[in-house]
């Protein structure tokens, strides 16, 4: 073969690793006004590789040729590719794996043929044809299943065919690099799937590349701890608390390692450590959303029918959990254990700072909100509210609703109307700072969950007074207080409703619907709580109260479709609206003398 002979074979090598130097290290450094400068370089030369293998053709070994010319097209492709020749770059792939095809499954091939399938799926991603490229991607990974069954051996790395007899790579290096593209096909794939919607298989494939990236040492710190924060989110939607947290736990010792790591260029910019201190606050916000959601699911474990903790589930679960904690745990570590022993070793002591197990009383629901309260801060300290409006507010949000379910926990009730207080003293002054016109629907949020808070605090005091023999004038004024803002906030919300003419809405969106109609419910029953010694003024409020008990069973008899929403508030509503005109007109009675 005239191109193998003495220092032609040697060119060859030369100009196809000067090639994929320009492809890889001196692409970076390309100016913005030429982005492409290296690549448009690199695929001359591959061209002229080209040029030389087909002069040599001739008397060359067909097989070995064959090889070469189709790593020639795979690294031709991927080049088009990555200058944005999406047609070219998939012709070039495309005949890489018909000069493979027959030879796919042999040691010298699968690797560049599963390479250039990967390419083939991210192309076909890229056109937004994600079940062509899915074809492809499931294509390559049951061909290096097939040969991990009938070979096993590590193959040859593309770019060995290319290489001098002592440059070709160790046995362990063609292993590494060879269970790197498989673990780009699992990405890959992941992603595929995610776009299908077939969630639950998703996070099985994203599960399984996080685990091999951090077994073969193939990850970006940050870019693999953001991925396993993400995952843990998906784990949590399932209620599976023990994974979520490992993923968690994970992505927090990952993280660390780019923090410690010196940066690769000394002039790493502020940009950079900004993008950092971002991606920091990310993963302090999964760990956020990780803690409430376990107090949530445990609060919706033990409550009662009227949303109180109920002592004898409490005792119930205590006893259940004692008896099968261990084993459970034991089964379902094994699954999900991420990385190295010295990596385990950090995430497992993560891990300890923090339960997965419901919290049943409220020492253990306390530890969990500490450690939610702890994130919080550390997401507030980037997210501040100029600049990051949203996203402040909705950790503030969060935050408030870390005390809402600790409070649940807390059986004194004084002690819980305290930490209902903290919750307005953090929302008020955000709410009172925000532009409903541009903020219309967390301006709206804000309105309901004040209007929420005052009305459970009016109800803790309303439990306080019931146990003093007699109200006394401090805590009649409190409820009344209490009631007064709930009114007010409730009122707020709903005149957010309104059209531009403050007409409110005949017929309820659907987002709307359920908030608009607990609003009116609410603001009912406050009237019926507020206490006066005026009965004129009382007789006003009942009133009052009966209108908006009213409002809602006449919207539901109009729009049947809107009692699925309500269904308790609308059974108690109907209830008043018969009660009511009774009670008023004795009171009437009551008065008729002084009128």
């Known amino acids: 073969m005239a191109a193998a002979a003495g220092g032609g074979w040697a060119a060859v090598r030369e100009k196809f690793r000067a090639a994929r130097t320009l492809s890889a290290v001196e692409s970076r450094k390309d100016p913005e006004t030429e982005p492409y400068r290296s690549k448009y370089s690199a695929r001359a030369l591959l061209q002229e590789v080209k040029q030389l293998l087909s002069a040599a053709e001739e008397g060359g070994e067909a097989r070995l040729l064959a090889v070469r010319r189709a790593v020639l097209e795979y690294e031709l492709g991927v080049n088009h590719t990555d200058t944005e020749e999406l047609s070219a770059g998939e012709e070039h792939l495309q005949r890489c794996t018909q000069l493979l095809e027959p030879h796919r499954l042999s040691p010298d091939c699968v690797s560049l043929y599963i390479q250039a399938q990967n390419n083939l799926g991210i192309l076909w991603s890229e056109r937004d044809e994600i079940k062509t490229a899915q074809t492809y991607l499931e294509s390559a990974e049951a061909l290096y ?249 909705e950790i503030v949000q969060d935050h408030s609703a870390l005390f809402k379910v600790l409070a649940f926990f807390e059986e004194d009730y004084e ?49 306080i007074g019931n146990r003093l023999e007699e109200l006394d004038s401090h805590t009649i004024k409190k409820i009344n207080s209490l009631a007064q803002l709930a009114i007010k906030y409730y009122e707020l919300f709903l005149d957010s409703l309104r059209n531009p003419d403050k007409v409110f809405p005949e017929v309820l969106e659907e987002d709307v619907l359920r908030p608009a109609m607990v609003a009116k419910f609410h603001i009912a029953r406050l009237y019926g709580k507020l206490i006066t010694s005026d009965s004129k003024k009382q007789l006003e409020n009942m009133q009052t109260s009966l209108e908006y008990y009213t409002f809602l069973v006449d919207y539901c008899e109009k729009y049947p479709d809107a009692v699925r929403a309500v269904e308790t508030e609308l059974e108690l509503s109907k209830e008043m609206v018969g009660l009511l005109p009774t009670r008023m007109e004795r009171l009437r009675a009551k008065l008729c003398p002084f009128i």
């Open 145 to 393: 299943n097939q040969y991990m069954k009938e070979d096993g051996n590590p193959p040859l790395d593309p770019s060995e065919h290319f290489m001098a007899e002592e440059e070709k790579l160790t046995d362990q290096e063609r292993s590494k690099r060879f269970e790197k593209a498989y673990t780009h096909t699992l990405y890959y794939l992941a992603q595929v799937y995610q776009h299908l919607e077939m969630i639950e298989k998703a996070a099985q494939y994203c599960h399984t590349t996080l685990k091999r990236q951090l077994e073969y040492c193939g990850y970006y710190p940050v870019e693999w701890a953001l991925n396993a924060a993400t995952l843990s989110q998906y784990y949590l939607s399932k209620q599976c608390f023990m994974e979520s947290r490992h993923c968690l736990a994970a992505a927090s010792v990952i993280f660390s390692q780019a923090e410690q790591a010196p940066s690769a260029e000394d002039n790493e910019t502020e940009q950079d450590q900004q993008d950092l201190r971002q991606r920091r606050a990310e993963i302090a916000r999964c760990w956020i959303k990780y803690c409430l959601n376990l107090l949530q699911s445990a609060r919706k474990l033990l409550e009662d029918n009227i949303g109180e903790l109920d002592p004898d589930r409490q005792s119930e679960l205590k006893a259940q959990r004692k008896k099968e904690e261990d084993e459970k745990e034991k089964g379902r570590k094994k699954a999900v254990l991420f990385g190295t022993s010295d990596i385990c070793d950090s995430v497992l002591a993560m891990e300890e700072k923090v339960s997965s197990v419901y919290p049943l009383d409220f020492q253990e629901a306390r530890e969990i909100f500490l450690v939610g309260q702890n994130y919080v801060q550390e997401a507030k300290e980037f997210f501040q509210v100029d600049g990051y409006v949203t996203d402040h507010i």
């Open 415 to 463: 002690r819980r109307c305290k930490m209902h207080k903290r919750r307005i003293d953090m929302l008020e002054p955000i709410y009172a700072d925000l532009n409903p016109q541009y903020y219309l629907l967390i301006s709206r949020q804000l309105q309901f969950e004040l209007a929420d808070t005052y009305y459970e605090m009016m109800d803790l005091k309303v439990a």
